[in-house]
C-alpha cells in the first residue's frame, strides 16, 4: 500500500503559530494547480504499488474550487493504480465549509474531511488570527454531517497561554459533543519564524510551563477515552473504525509520493523535499527544471526512523522486527535505559513490543533519541 500528499500552499490569512509553508497570495491558485497536476503525471513512476490514501493538506486546501479538487484527483486516478476503498481527506478551515461546499466536496470524491477548529474560545481564536469564530466550527460541522460525511475529524490546540485547565475542560466537552469520527490535538509550539516567535523574543508571549501542559495532555487523553475515543497514536484519537489510514502510513513506514511545493516523499530508501516557494515551485514545473533535493537514507537512518514513528503509536516499538534487522539483542543493548524510563512508568513491554505509557507520550522523541542505533 502506498500514500499520496497532495501540498496545496494558500491560506486566507497567516495564523501567528504556523511554521507550515504556504502564502496568502491567492492570485497563482490556477496557476499552482496546473503545476501540481503535471508534477502528478510526471511522477507516475514513483509509486508501485497500490494507493490506498489521498490526503490534501495545506495551506488551506477548502479554498480549492470543486472543480480543481475533481482536476487534482482524476489525475490521481488516470496516473496510479488507486484502490476503489481508498481514504480521500481534505482539510479544511470552518469558514469554508456552506453546506453547498461540503456537498461539491462529496460530490469531488472526497470521502474524509480534517476541520481545523482548534479552540471553542472567542478571544483565543482572534488572539491566534484565525479567520473563524466558535459558531463557524459548530456549523461547519453540521452542515458536514448533512452533506454526507460520515468520516469527520476535528484538530483542538492545548497549552495555549492564558487558557485555563477549565477553559481545556470546555474545548473537550464542546468538541465530544458533537460526536466526530476522529479528534486530534496538539500543544501550541511556538516556531521561531512566525508572529508568535517574534512575540516571544519581545517578551510579549509566554508559553505554558511544561508541567502544566503535561496536565492538560494527560487530563485529554483520559477525558476522550472516557467517551469511546481509543488513542491509537500521540495525538490521534478515533472511534473504532476510523483511525487515519493516510497518517498510520507514515508511521508504518510505507512509501508515500508528495508532491506541491514544500512536499516531501519517501520511496523506502531516500527522500525527497520540495522547494518551499511557490513562485519557483511553478516556474521550474513549467520549464522542466530540478525542484527538489533528495536525501539518501543509510540502512541505520532508515531503522532510527522506525524506532522513531514506532514509538509515537499505541501499538509501540517491534523488538522482534529491530534484533532480526540489526541481529542484536535489543533490550540487552539498552537495559540500563529501558529499566530506568520503566521504573519512571514511562515504558511497558509486553507480547514482543516496547509501548509508551501515558506519561511516555509527552517525552517519546526524547526516548527515541536515546534508543537510536549509532552509524
Request: charged share 20%; aromatic share 14%.
Given at each position: 500500500m502506498a500514500g499520496i500528499y497532495i501540498h496545496i500552499p494558500f491560506c486566507r490569512q497567516a495564523c501567528h503559530y504556523c511554521d507550515f509553508h504556504f502564502s496568502t497570495n491567492l492570485s497563482t491558485q490556477n496557476e499552482m494547480v496546473k503545476a501540481i497536476v503535471k508534477e502528478i503525471e510526471d511522477r507516475k513512476d514513483y509509486l508501485n504499488e497500490e494507493v490506498n490514501t489521498i490526503y490534501l493538506g495545506?495551506?488551506?486546501?477548502?479554498?480549492?474550487?470543486?472543480?480543481?479538487?475533481?482536476?487534482?484527483?482524476?489525475?490521481?486516478?488516470?496516473?496510479?493504480?488507486?484502490?476503489?476503498?481508498?481514504?480521500?481527506?481534505?482539510?479544511?478551515?470552518?469558514e469554508d465549509l456552506s453546506l453547498n461546499k461540503s456537498k461539491e466536496l462529496a460530490e469531488a470524491g472526497i470521502n474524509r474531511l480534517s476541520i481545523g477548529v482548534q479552540t471553542f474560545d472567542e478571544s483565543k481564536l482572534a488572539w491566534m488570527n484565525r479567520a473563524h469564530d466558535a459558531n463557524d466550527s459548530f456549523g461547519a460541522f453540521e452542515k458536514a454531517r448533512q452533506a454526507g460525511f460520515k468520516n469527520i475529524s476535528l484538530d483542538l490546540i492545548y497549552a495555549i497561554p492564558d487558557h485555563s485547565r477549565e477553559r481545556w475542560e470546555s474545548d473537550l466537552k464542546a468538541i465530544t459533543d458533537l460526536q466526530p469520527d476522529h479528534i486530534s490535538f496538539y500543544g501550541l509550539t511556538i516556531e521561531e519564524q512566525t508572529v508568535f516567535g517574534r512575540w516571544e523574543q519581545q517578551n510579549?508571549?509566554?508559553?505554558?510551563?511544561?508541567?502544566?501542559?503535561?496536565?492538560?495532555?494527560?487530563?485529554?487523553?483520559?477525558?476522550?477515552?472516557?467517551?469511546?475515543?481509543?488513542?491509537?497514536?500521540?495525538?490521534?484519537?478515533?472511534?473504532?473504525?476510523?483511525?487515519?489510514?493516510?497518517?498510520?502510513?507514515?508511521?508504518?513506514?510505507?512509501?508515500?509520493?508528495?508532491?506541491?511545493?514544500?512536499?516531501?516523499?519517501?520511496?523506502?530508501?531516500?527522500?525527497?523535499?520540495?522547494?518551499?516557494?511557490?513562485?519557483n515551485y511553478i516556474k521550474a514545473i513549467k520549464e522542466g527544471l530540478p525542484f527538489y533535493e533528495t536525501e539518501l537514507l543509510s540502512r541505520i537512518q532508515r531503522i532510527n526512523e522506525q524506532i522513531l514513528t514506532q514509538l509515537r503509536t499505541v501499538k509501540g516499538l517491534n523488538l522482534s522486527m529491530l534484533q532480526k534487522d540489526m541481529d542484536v539483542d535489543f533490550q540487552e543493548l539498552h537495559a540500563d535505559f529501558i529499566d530506568e524510563i520503566s521504573h519512571q512508568e514511562l515504558i511497558e513491554i509486553a507480547d514482543g513490543f516496547l509501548r509508551l505509557k501515558s506519561k511516555g507520550f509527552l517525552v517519546a522523541d526524547e526516548i527515541a533519541v536515546r534508543l537510536f542505533f549509532s552509524e
Open positions: 495545506g495551506g488551506t486546501p477548502s479554498l480549492l474550487t470543486s472543480d480543481q479538487v475533481v482536476h487534482l484527483l482524476n489525475t490521481v486516478f488516470a496516473n496510479y493504480d488507486v484502490c476503489s476503498h481508498a481514504e480521500i481527506t481534505l482539510e479544511a478551515n470552518p510579549r508571549l509566554v508559553q505554558v510551563p511544561e508541567d502544566e501542559a503535561a496536565k492538560q495532555y494527560l487530563f485529554a487523553i483520559e477525558y476522550l477515552e472516557d467517551r469511546g475515543y481509543q488513542q491509537y497514536e500521540v495525538s490521534n484519537f478515533g472511534k473504532d473504525g476510523f483511525h487515519s489510514r493516510h497518517n498510520h502510513g507514515y508511521w508504518s513506514g510505507i512509501w508515500y509520493l508528495g508532491v506541491g511545493p514544500g512536499a516531501h516523499s519517501f520511496d523506502g530508501e531516500s527522500r525527497r523535499f520540495n522547494v518551499r516557494n511557490n513562485p
